[in-house]
Each structure stands twice: as structure tokens, then as C-alpha cells.
């Protein structure tokens, strides 16, 4: 079902772009961005701000496995030449032109974001998500990626500039009832890792965020000031 909160649908159709949703979803998502302007310009904001992400990461090379499986799953043959441009050809034709181009910019960022893909056995789930500035404009600023190994990346795309006197925090959301749970402070402009331990247990939908709290961070054990970057965890790999 779509989600009529705008914030998480907006977060439906950034996994959509990505090409993360499995059926019937990917098909819902698909009829709604055809028929609701709004929806289909989230969709183009998605791949917007992501190939403005992908711009900014360094490229890598895919292991021979990972690649063989990338031409398998568009329909390659790996065994003669003729078979990919002929693949490619009727890729390029295609009236869904623009969700292929999605699906090989998800393929860029999880080339950058996430090598462990490449192993063969992973023993735990991975995880990445794009964090964002709140509304509509919604530019990525942080990237967050955790690997097979429970361990957490937090990657600045930007450089903020922080008013003297404040902080800025690090938080982590997954049973609203729970509450928040602090990560700690983290320092603009650069990149912050945290154990397994530190984190706890990543699920696909938890919410990351970043906000501006007093110096030394919130008095209180929940955020106290706004939000500057927020996003949820989108699973990318799992044994």
C-alpha cells in the first residue's frame, strides 16, 4: 500500500528509483508516479540528487563475479560479444528507458557505497541510506552504509557550516516507542565509524538523522534541536 505521509513516500519512490522494490510493490509505485504529477516529480528528484551523489564518489572497478551476475540480470549473454550489444541495443529502446537508467545509477552508487557486495558469502545483512535535508528540496548531504559486519560509515558529502556554541548529533530511530538512541556528536566534513557494537541491530526502514543540538550535544535523551539530515536504511545485500 502507498504511504500518504510524504516524507515516507517519498522514501518509497527513492527505493523504487533505485530499484530496490520487489513485486507487487514496484508496480504500484510505478502506476502512481505515472498518474500523480507530485510522485513522478519526487521520482525525478530522486535521480537527480542521485546522480549528483554519484558524481561525487570515487569510481571502482566490480569483480568478475559481480559483474557476470549485473549482465545476467539484463537478460546478457556472458559468452559472446554479440549477445551484450544486442542487449544493450534493445535496452537502449526500451519505452522504460528512464527506470533502466535508475537501475544502472543504483548499480554505480552500490559499486562505490558498498564493496562488500562484491563477496560471494556475506555473513549479515548490509545497509545504506541517503541522508537528506528536510522538504522539498531534499539534497543529499550525508551518506550512511553498514556493512556485512555490523559496522557503520558515516560519509559527508557537504561541508555545513556550524554556528559556535553548537553541536551536531547523531541519531537512530527504529520502534518509535523506544524512542531515539544517540550515536554520538560527529564532526561536519568529515567521516565517522562506529562498531557493531555501538549500533546495535540495522533494520531495513530505521531512521538516521543528524540535528543541531546545544554544545556537548542534547541535554535530554532525545533531539532537542533541528533537523538537518535525515533518511532511512535501505537493505542492499543479505545471505
Not at 559472446?80 to 544493450?88: F, H, Q
Not at 553498514?146 to 559527508?156: F, H, P, R, V, W
Not at 558529502?157 to 541519531?171: K, N, T, Y
Amino acid at each position: 500500500m502507498i504511504p500518504q505521509a510524504p516524507e515516507s513516500r517519498r522514501a518509497l519512490i527513492g527505493e523504487y528509483v533505485l530499484g530496490l522494490l520487489e513485486e507487487p510493490e514496484a508496480s504500484e509505485v510505478s502506476e502512481l508516479i505515472e498518474s500523480d504529477q507530485a510522485a513522478a516529480r519526487m521520482a525525478l528528484e530522486w535521480e537527480q540528487h542521485l546522480l549528483e551523489l554519484a558524481d561525487q564518489l570515487p569510481a571502482q572497478a566490480p569483480s568478475p563475479l559481480f559483474w557476470q551476475r549485473l549482465q545476467q540480470s539484463l537478460g546478457w549473454s556472458t559468452n559472446t560479444p554479440t549477445s551484450a550489444s544486442s542487449g544493450l541495443s534493445q535496452w537502449w529502446n526500451s519505452l522504460g528507458l528512464w527506470r533502466l537508467t535508475s537501475g544502472a545509477l543504483a548499480f554505480l552508487l552500490i559499486l562505490s557505497l558498498m564493496p562488500a557486495l562484491w563477496r560471494e558469502a556475506p555473513s549479515m545483512a548490509s545497509y545504506t541510506a541517503v541522508l537528506q535535508t528536510p522538504g522539498e528540496s531534499a539534497l543529499p548531504g550525508w551518506v550512511v552504509t553498514i556493512d556485512d559486519s555490523g559496522t557503520l560509515k558515516l560519509e559527508s558529502l557537504v561541508v555545513d557550516q556550524i554556528p559556535a556554541g553548537r553541536s551536531v548529533q547523531f541519531w537512530t530511530l527504529i520502534d518509535p516507542k523506544e524512542g531515539p538512541r544517540s550515536l554520538g556528536l560527529i564532526e561536519p566534513g568529515t567521516v565517522t565509524t562506529l562498531s557493531a557494537e555501538q549500533i546495535g541491530a540495522v533494520q531495513a526502514g530505521q531512521l538516521f538523522e543528524l540535528t543541531l543540538e546545544p554544545e556537548g550535544g542534547s541535554p535530554l535523551n532525545r533531539p532537542t534541536g533541528p533537523v538537518l539530515y535525515i533518511g532511512r536504511a535501505v537493505l542492499i545485500a543479505s545471505n
